[in-house]
Structures are given as structure tokens and as C-alpha cells.
């Protein structure tokens, strides 16, 4: 005979919790509330769905009347120690102003609680809610109070508070009773955020799929615009050959549908970006007004066609900013085309960039269109949005280009507006920071970063090229042969260091994604250091025409050998000095040894120092191409070796591997990254040091020799 098993159904515990006789409140990590108990509700005068979800101080804050009232001050200092001691905190007795309901006649009324604040952990250790448990002594209290004010507690009284103590110390023991349960329900909670976790992770891994099938998208569909906008205006600008006006008339037909294509395929795909977080910012230093004069060009035909006239105004003091240029660009386009959109025939669109405080600058783009109706202001900047469909026909557009703006922006700790009068214009304006964060502009490729020299004299050479590889094996080539190089992507970042540098020469490719190479060449022969410099185009498009009018040295076609850009410098006049010594720094008699021999062997010319202070003087006296430095030295170790040398001003930019065997703390890491090309760990052959030398410096085929300290 089989004995039946009792069945035995999990508790409710949401049931239990709101039933349980005392006064709790469960609140999520940011203090909102997510469970109520029924005694609670009642000892508060709240109705339950009225709280949920809410703040706590919002739905219980100090008396705005008492200026003594300090409850919502401790209870919060009570849960951040909680927080931050991940256990439990027991407040004195508080003093609570209740709200009444209306239907009771409203007002506050006081109440005083002792409140106990307890963590509940994730499975993961991180704090999940905090329990709020509070016994309400209110009688207790006033009980005592009166004996203060009496003076003379009658024997009712006293054994009226006896009876109230007693009635407390049982409260007490219903608490912990039901804090057992709580437990248990907490238990339950933590594997319910187990399960959650793992929807979170696949949720994430959505969103991973769908950042690379943005990606994808977004290369498979610009990389075939982008040829078709190429081709359409190198045949445009009759490049390739004379055409007829009406070839001409359908190629500018084709390059607008192109253009205005390439325009909305860039907005969807930027506006997921944004609300995936995933677009990048880029901060280098740029002329906001270059940027500016930029884009006005880009629209200069559209503004043509309506005779609409564009002027600018820049804020000489904001000479220089801290920006991504594209986000920049793609702010001061889409509302410039906005205004040039709305305005009629034969007005004017004015374009100022000035300083907004001591951190930020504002873009202001005004017009003299038509207007925007006070009731139409809060739906402008939303997706999709066109404020009269009557127009649609009229203006087109997608509703996509401001709502992308402000969400740009506002992805920048900036901040959008527009003042408007209907009938008469429009201001939009955007206020950024100077300094926008972010990582390493585009044109800071990780191959461009260390600014490596062969020697302190050596002639100095700019490389424009925003291909990474291009621009990679050109600076190879270059400091293979002798030369300091320095590498830019973009015209904008070009011209900034055109004005803080002169250049020995500069090498320049005439397709940049911020400007075309022509608007550099006439910025740098209107003024500056580098009117004069020579440059060498290298470019697909190699011919005469691509730069006729400008004063250039040479133009290569790519793909360009090593030969070539060697032969281009040596034309200019421009070729590489008599090579320096590498100076070798280490209190290691074996380790100098092995250095300076191994280094001698492959050709280079070697100082050798066995402290920091004799390696000093020997810099002084003769500039090293290069150093080898240990780190740990006597006297004075290489840190301060390091420091002192960069202080200097031909050991500003020279090249310095640090060779140790020295375990680096994070700090000192981040004190080599700063200040040092590279680090190269001590080995028997010296191996990774040749391999970080030959990295930066080119062997000299002269005979070498050493200047070693004994």
C-alpha cells in the first residue's frame, strides 16, 4: 500500500511581508520604495499604490514649517552608513511629522519612531534593498514628556509606561520573528536576481549583436555612397575630361540624392548610436572657426540657389577647443540646413561661435525665416517630428536632424534651445563644453602616438593622411631614414599644429574626412610659420590639376614607394643630419656592458653613464638619438633621471626606453606612459630592447664606437 505524501505549497511571501505586524518599508538601492507593509500604511496614513515606486523623502519629507525638523537628515545619514558599512544601523528615537490625509482634516502629525535599517545582500555580494524597520513609541514618549512637564507622574501613569516598556520588548520579538521570514523571502528575492542576471547578459548580448550589425550596416551602406559621391564629383569638376551642360546639370542632380541619402542613412544610424550609447566622441584640438567655414562651404550651393546670405561670427578668444570635430561639424550642418530650410529667398542665416563662461562656448545659428509657433517649441527636437505636415511637401526632411542634434549634444553635458517669433526667425543655439571627454582622436592612432625622433636636430616632417596605414608606413619610412615625424589625420588638426610648429616639410593627401586638402594648402599659404614650408602631395588622384593654383613641391600617386617619398624629401632640400649617439644609462656594470655591445654590433654609436647625474652632463654636452635607461640607480634613480631630462630642451621629444627588470607599481606605469617612448624588459640577449630600439631609431651605417665611463 503506498503512503500519499502531504502536499506542502510555498509560502506567499509578499502576503507575509504585507501582513506582518510591524511598521516595514523595502527600499531599492537609489531609496525608492518597492514594498509597503499593511501597518505601515496605516501608521503613516498612506495608501500603498500611492508610494510605491516613489522616493522616500519624497513621500516623506522634513515639516518645511519646523526649521528643527532634522528626520529626513538622519534617516539619510543612517542609510548611507549602511551602505557603506554593509551592515546593519540602529537610529536613536526620531521625531516624524505625518501627513495627514485630506479627508481627515489634513495638516501633520507628530510621531516618534525608533528606526532600524538593515542591508539584504545579492547573491554577488552587492547591496540589493534596504529593510526600514520602525517601532512606533509615540505614546511612550508623550507619556514621558508629560512626567517632565508634570513633575509628578501619577502611579496610573507609571504603570501605564511599565505596560507600554513591556509591550515594546514584545514588539521587539514579533520583529525578529518576522525578520526570520524576511529572510527567507530575501533568500527567494536573490535567486529571482540570479535569474535576472542572466536575462540581463543575454539582453546585453542583443545589444553587442546589434552594435555590430550596426557597424556592418553602416560600412556596407556608406562605402559604396561614398564612391558614388567620389566619382560623381571628380567627373562634376571635369577632372577626368570636358562634358556637356547637361551632363553636368544630371551629375549635380546625382550628387544631391547622394548627399541628401548619405544624410539620412548617417542620422538613423548616428541616432541608434546615441540611444545605445555607443557613439564616440573624439576630442582633438581644432579651430571652432575653420570648422565653422567648413561647413558653411558644404551648404554654400544650397545657400546660392536661394540667394540667401551667410555670415559668420567667431569669438576671437576661442581660438582653440578641446572637441569632436565630427560631432561639431554634424551640430553646426543640421542646423545650418535647418535655417537655410525655412528661410525664404534672398534672407540671411548667421552663423556666431562665441565663449559662454570660463568652460564652455555656444553655437547660435539665427535666421530670418519663418518663425515657430510658441505651442509648436517642446515637439522640435523630437524624432520624427515635422511641426506641419501641411509643409511636408514643401520642406522636406525626415524630422530626424534636430532630435540627432540635441541628443549629441546633450551626450556631451551640453544643452539645446531656440528662441523663435513667428514670422520673423529663429535662433537655434547649442552650448557645449571647451574640453569635451572622450579617448584619443581618430587621428591619434595608437602607431601615431609616440612622437619618435633619430635625433634632437633632425628635420622635422608633418605627415596629413587619415588612412592609418598610410599614414603608419610613410612615418616608418621616414624615421627609418633619420627624420622627426609628426602625424595628423584630419585638416583641422593640421592647421593647429601649423600654427604652434614649423615644419622642415610636410607631406599631404588631398582626400581628408574634414576637409579637402586644397582648403589646407590655402590656409597654410595665406600665413603663419609654415607659408613657405614645402609640401608633397600623396594621393589617388595624382595629377596637376588636383592642386593647380597652390605652391607644392611634388605629387606622388599612391601607392607610393619608399624610394619616392625619400627622393620627394631630398628634391625639397629637406635630408637627414649625421646621426647621434644612443646614451645608455645604468648603474649595472654587466648590463652596460651588454648594451654597449650589442648595440655597437648593429651599427649604433653608444654613450654609456653609469648614474643619472653623469648621463645629464653627457646629454648636455653631445644630444642622444635615443636613451636606454634603468630605473633603479643610486643617487638619483631613473624617475628623477627622466624628469630632469624631459625638462631640457633638446630631451623634450628625444626617445627613451626604459630597460628594467623592476616590477612597476600602476603609479609608476602611469608615469613611464606619460614620460617614456617604451619599456623593455632586462634579458640575457637584450632581445627586447633591440627590437623597441630598431622600433624607433634606424641603425647608421657609419662605423660605430663607443664613449664608455669606467
Known sequence: ????SRYSPTPDFKLLFESAPGLYLVLARDLKIVAVSDAYARATMTQREEILGRGLFEVFPDNPDDPAADGVHNLRASLKRVAQNRAADTMAVQSYDIPRPKSEGGGLEKR?????????????????????????????????????????????????????????????QDVQNTNRKLETAARKIARLYQKNKEQNRL?????????????????????PLNGIIGFAEIMHDEKVGPISSDHKEYLQDILTSAHHLLQLINDVLDLSKVEAGKLDFLPERTDPSLVVAEVCEIVRTLAAKKRIKIEIECDPDLAVIQADTRSLKQILYNYISN????????????????????????????????????????????????????????YAG??????????????????VGVISTLGQGSIF???????????????????????????????????????????????????????????????????????????????????LPDMSGRAVLQKLRE?????????????????????AGFQVNDILSKPVSQSEVIKALERCG?????????????????????????????????????????????????????????????????????????????????????????????????????????????????????????????????????????
Open 574 to 710: 629637406v635630408t637627414p643630419r649625421t646621426p647621434r649617439p644612443v646614451l645608455v644609462v645604468d648603474d649595472d656594470r654587466s648590463a652596460l656592458k651588454l648594451a654597449d655591445k650589442t648595440l655597437r654590433h648593429l651599427g649604433y654609436r653608444t654613450v654609456c653613464r653609469k648614474n643619472g647625474r653623469s648621463a645629464l652632463r653627457a646629454a648636455s654636452k653631445e644630444p642622444p638619438a635615443a636613451v636606454v635607461l634603468d630605473l633603479v640607480m643610486p643617487t638619483m634613480n631613473g624617475f628623477e633621471f627622466l624628469r630632469r631630462f624631459r625638462r631640457t630642451r633638446r630631451g623634450r621629444h628625444t626617445p627613451v626606453i626604459v630597460w628594467t627588470s623592476k616590477d612597476l607599481s600602476v603609479l609608476e606605469q602611469n608615469e613611464l606612459r606619460s614620460a617614456a617612448t617604451a619599456v623593455a624588459r632586462k634579458d640575457q640577449n637584450a632581445q627586447e630592447l633591440i627590437d623597441e630600439l630598431r622600433s624607433i631609431l634606424r641603425a647608421p651605417n657609419t662605423s660605430a664606437h663607443e664613449t664608455y665611463e669606467r
Open 398 to 415: 525626415t524630422g530626424l536632424g534636430l532630435a540627432l542634434t540635441k541628443k549629441i549634444v546633450e551626450a556631451q553635458r551640453g544643452r
Open 429 to 511: 543655439y547649442a552650448r557645449l563644453p571647451r574640453v569635451t571627454s572622450g579617448q584619443p582622436a581618430a587621428g591619434a592612432d595608437p602607431r601615431d602616438r609616440q612622437r619618435i625622433v633619430t635625433a634632437p636636430d633632425a628635420p622635422l616632417i608633418l605627415i596629413i593622411e587619415d588612412d592609418a596605414d598610410d599614414r603608419a608606413w610613410i612615418a616608418g619610412v621616414l624615421r627609418a631614414t633619420g627624420y622627426v615625424v609628426e602625424t595628423v589625420a584630419t585638416g583641422a588638426e593640421a592647421l593647429v599644429r601649423c600654427r604652434e610648429q614649423k615644419f622642415d616639410a610636410i607631406t599631404l593627401d588631398i582626400m
Open 203 to 223: 539582453i546585453q548580448q542583443a545589444n553587442r549583436l546589434k552594435s555590430e550589425f550596426l557597424a556592418n550596416m553602416s560600412h556596407e551602406l556608406r562605402t
Open 527 to 547: 600665413r603663419g610659420l609654415n607659408q613657405q614650408t614645402p609640401v608633397t602631395i600623396v594621393t589617388l588622384l595624382a595629377h596637376k590639376g588636383v592642386v
Open 112 to 172: 516618534y519612531w525608533s528606526p532600524v535599517n538593515s542591508p539584504v545582500f545579492a547573491p554577488n555580494g552587492e547591496l540589493a534593498y534596504i529593510i526600514h524597520r520602525v517601532e512606533d513609541v509615540t505614546e511612550f514618549v508623550r507619556l514621558k514628556q508629560s512626567e517632565i512637564e508634570q513633575h509628578k507622574p501619577t502611579e496610573g501613569l507609571q504603570s501605564r509606561a511599565n505596560r507600554m516598556e513591556s509591550a515594546v520588548d514584545v514588539r521587539v
Open 339 to 394: 535655417a537655410l530650410k525655412f528661410t525664404p529667398h534672398e534672407g540671411k542665416v548667421t552663423v556666431r561661435v562665441k565663449t559662454e563662461g570660463s568652460n564652455h562656448f555656444r553655437i547660435e545659428v539665427e535666421d530670418t525665416g519663418i518663425g515657430i509657433r510658441s505651442e509648436d517649441l517642446n515637439r522640435l527636437f523630437l524624432e520624427f517630428q515635422q511641426l506641419d505636415t501641411r509643409n511636408a511637401k514643401q
Open 1 to 4: 500500500m503506498k503512503r500519499s
